[in-house]
Antibody, heavy 128, light 109 residues
Framework: EVHLVESGGGLVQPGGSLRLSCKAS????????MSWVRQAPGKGLEWVSG????????YDADSLKGRFTISRDNSKNTLFLQMNSLRAEDTALYYC?????????????????????WGQGTLVTVSS | EVVLTQSPGTLSLSPGERATLSCRAG???????LSWYQQKPGQAPRLLIY???NRATGIPDRFSGSGSGTHFTLTISRLEPDDFAIYYC??????????FGQGTKVEMK
């Protein structure tokens, strides 16, 4: 059974940093892309970042302006999100999600098809 | 960036009724990247439909997806009490980013 458990959330001051983790089990972690999706209180879903199974390719939402970095340790079946220069608008529940991808031969890009398993999320609150 | 617009914002229906949820894209999108998710209060989203029309594992056949190009639809043929939730569509927004619609809340009438 696929299991994803996020951790590392908490209260941080504006301008601070936080590192989220997502421990995966129940599937061959290194062969799947992974993603982070966040949800601000009372709001909808927002894709944050994605990473290929190897960790070689990473993708971020333009709105983050390079403040977040996704990475993974396949030897430990763990996904990370390093968040720097945090702002109040980063306050959200952060989910990790196992990601199925497909190859678009038209563009030569690997794209996310869907997020088939999600963790329960870890809450990040940015406030002074 | 391709914007996804879901309608209606809220759907008020009774158990046993049919629910039709719409997801429109600002430009044509690849159906392979179009998926639908269900989210209940306090829970993580759950994958319902992928590739615009394929049910995910364990999803009842009262859920169906259709559409192509710029218009996609999620249909729940006969609402059950467990189906009252918020539904999101998601697609590849280009270069490379992914966007979700703003969600449709299906509430009990």
């Amino acid at each position: 059974e696929v299991h994803l458990v996020e951790s590392g959330g908490g209260l941080v001051q504006p301008g601070g940093s936080l590192r989220l983790s997502c421990k995966a089990s129940g599937f061959t972690f290194s062969t799947y892309a992974m993603s982070w999706v966040r949800q601000a209180p009372g709001k909808g879903l927002e894709w944050v970042s994605g990473i290929s199974g190897s960790g070689y390719s990473t993708y971020d939402a333009d709105s983050l302006k390079g403040r977040f970095t996704i990475s993974r340790d396949n030897s430990k079946n763990t996904l990370f999100l390093q968040m720097n220069s945090l702002r109040a608008e980063d306050t959200a529940l952060y989910y990790c999600a196992k990601t199925e991808t497909y190859f678009d031969s038209t563009t030569g890009l690997w794209k996310s098809a869907y997020f088939d398993y999600w963790g329960q999320g870890t809450l990040v609150t940015v406030s002074s | 960036e391709v914007v996804l617009t879901q309608s209606p914002g809220t759907l008020s229906l009774s158990p046993g009724e049919r629910a039709t949820l719409s997801c429109r894209a600002g430009q044509s999108v690849d159906s392979r990247s179009l998926s639908w998710y269900q989210q209940k209060p306090g829970q993580a989203p759950r994958l319902l439909i992928y590739g615009a029309s394929n049910r995910a594992t364990g999803i009842p056949d009262r859920f169906s997806g259709s559409g192509s190009g710029t218009h996609f639809t999620l249909t729940i043929s006969r609402l059950e009490p467990d189906d009252f939730a918020i539904y999101y569509c998601k697609q590849y927004g280009g270069s490379p980013r992914y966007t979700f619609g703003q969600g449709t809340k299906v509430e009990m009438k």
